[in-house]
């Protein structure tokens, strides 16, 4: 009877231990759609609609904005964030006024944000006392005196010293070697007579784009209606910057005005084979003839990104910001080069964003979103400064591994028999053709889904070594991508090991 009385306070006790236990654990709101079901659980049990967060301190809140309305996509434990400063969950960020994250550190705080649309946040004032003010005022006196003291000392020893020059600030973001670098090449004014326009071989939202002779040569001529002028001198002017001749590059001829329509245009070289997205339809490549599309295209992107000095020319480095199958294009020795820099950010240092106000458009401080499907993880949740210039180049180092991708998958050499799926843009197979923001979101940010690489391609000689690059440039994480020169390495090193 003593053991059996023993044996209940034991049992007692353990279950106010696990009681306990689970009481000190945050509880948070749990609501996740069929589809993110198993990656939430994760985080922690789940009882009813509460989950009991193991890990974190924090609820997170994903919603999607609907008529102007906040609709619930995910509620349950932040899987990211381990603490968290705010009791109330206050939206953070959105994207393009259609998604809202809020994270919060009290139970069940997550089922009821707090947002104002256009993310308006009321003013907090505080009135202090003139006791409060004196407290403050003179500690700070102190401390202005110490300063002016030390100040005028620095200077009667440094009397006699030579001045040191061509001191660079270091809130620089780049590393210059002179103080303001703002220079362009000289503009080509292209008279529009001395023009012939033959036929169209593209059309875009911004643009038309038609094949036609200038000066004996066939050209390509892009026409961007007034409205776009915008568009049309930002391109222009990344054009004209110093030292932007590349391989990987669209070669540049100048620009003008229609006179009837004062439409703008600009001349540029000639691909005969169109958009990478066209060629990819009609052709399928051999895997050597893919590695050169890779790498002309990833030369030319890291060139885009250099920060590059000759002599007086200074060339800051650039970001796309609309890397796309349909803004690259293909020429007849089967290179890719660049084109497209509409939605580009010129990433000047602050010193020559300052030289260089009155000198040349605000590109910097404009960035753009380029194509929905290239679009990374973080600049889809809204999670980074657009104004970033290293999460824009690693933005586009993003792009550039779906770019990879896009090419690899019509390589025939990577299929058995040479039987090669269809061309299809990147998350077109999973997501459908029209993809939309809400299930690229769902898909790629919450879910960390990429394209879907073929099983077999692990067996192959080169295929751990394509699946590892397309990985280290697609990653969810932007300070974990490959540069564009460490991507032009790799593809360095795999055709020389791997040449079919």
Not at 328 to 334: C, F, H, I, N
Not at 341 to 354: A, D, N, P, W
Not at 373 to 402: C, K, R, W
Request: charged share 20%.
């Amino acid at each position: 009877m003593i053991l059996q009385q023993q044996w209940l306070l034991l049992a007692v006790e353990c279950i106010c231990i696990c009681i306990s236990s689970q009481s000190s654990l945050r509880r948070c709101v749990f609501q996740v759609t069929s589809q993110n079901y198993d990656k939430y659980t994760t985080a922690g049990n789940v009882i009813g609609s509460v989950q009991l967060c193991e890990n974190t301190q924090c609820c997170v809140g994903y919603y999607l904005i609907v008529n102007g309305q906040p609709k619930v996509d995910v509620l349950a434990c932040d899987m990211v964030e381990k603490s968290c400063p705010s009791a109330t969950c206050k939206a953070q960020s959105h994207f393009n006024n259609r998604f809202l994250k809020c994270v919060c550190n009290a139970d069940l705080c997550n089922g009821n944000i707090t947002w104002t649309p256009e993310s308006e946040e009321p003013l907090h004032t505080y009135s202090y006392s003139a006791g409060e003010i004196l407290k403050m005022a003179v500690p700070l006196a102190v401390i202005l005196l110490v300063m002016f003291i030390v100040i005028i000392a620095a200077k009667r020893r440094n009397l006699f010293k030579e001045k040191k020059e061509n001191l660079q600030s270091s809130c620089d973001d780049y590393s210059l070697s002179s103080p303001c670098s703002c220079q362009t090449v000289k503009s080509s004014e292209i008279d529009f007579s001395q023009i012939e326009l033959q036929q169209i071989v593209g059309q875009g939202h911004f643009a038309t784009v038609f094949q036609g002779k200038y000066n004996g040569s066939v050209v390509a001529v892009k026409v961007l209606p007034a409205d776009w002028k915008v568009k049309f001198t930002t391109e222009k002017e990344i054009f004209e910057l110093p030292l932007m001749t590349h391989a990987g590059i669209v070669h540049f001829l100048g620009t003008g005005r229609k006179p009837n329509d004062n439409s703008c245009f600009i001349v540029l070289q000639f691909a005969e084979y169109g958009s990478l997205h066209s060629f990819l339809c009609k052709h399928t490549t051999s895997w050597m003839s893919s590695l050169k599309l890779c790498q002309s295209l990833s030369q030319g992107l890291s060139y885009l990104h250099s920060d590059l000095h000759s002599g007086d020319g200074h060339k800051p480095p650039v970001a796309h910001s609309d890397l796309s199958s349909s803004n690259v294009l293909v020429r007849a020795d089967g290179t890719c080069v660049l084109c497209d820099f509409g939605c580009s950010t010129i990433l000047r240092s602050r010193s020559e964003r300052r030289c260089c106000q009155s000198h040349t458009t605000n590109t910097e401080g404009h960035a753009q979103l380029g194509t929905l499907h290239y679009t990374s993880p973080e600049i889809l949740e809204g999670s980074v400064n657009l104004n970033s210039s290293g999460f824009l180049m690693q933005a586009d180092v993003y792009a550039l591994g779906l770019l990879l991708w896009e090419i690899w998958m019509r390589c025939s050499d990577l299929f058995e028999g040479g039987v090669v799926p269809q061309h299809l843009v990147p998350y077109e197979l999973e997501l459908g053709a029209n993809v939309t923001l809400e299930s690229l979101i769902s898909y790629v940010s919450h879910k960390d889904e990429r394209p879907s690489i073929p099983k077999h391609w692990e067996l192959l000689p080169q295929g751990s070594a394509l699946e590892e690059l397309l990985a280290d440039s697609w990653d969810c994480e932007p300070d974990a991508r490959l540069t564009a020169h460490c991507v032009v390495d790799r593809l360095v090193s795999l055709r020389s090991s791997h040449s079919l």
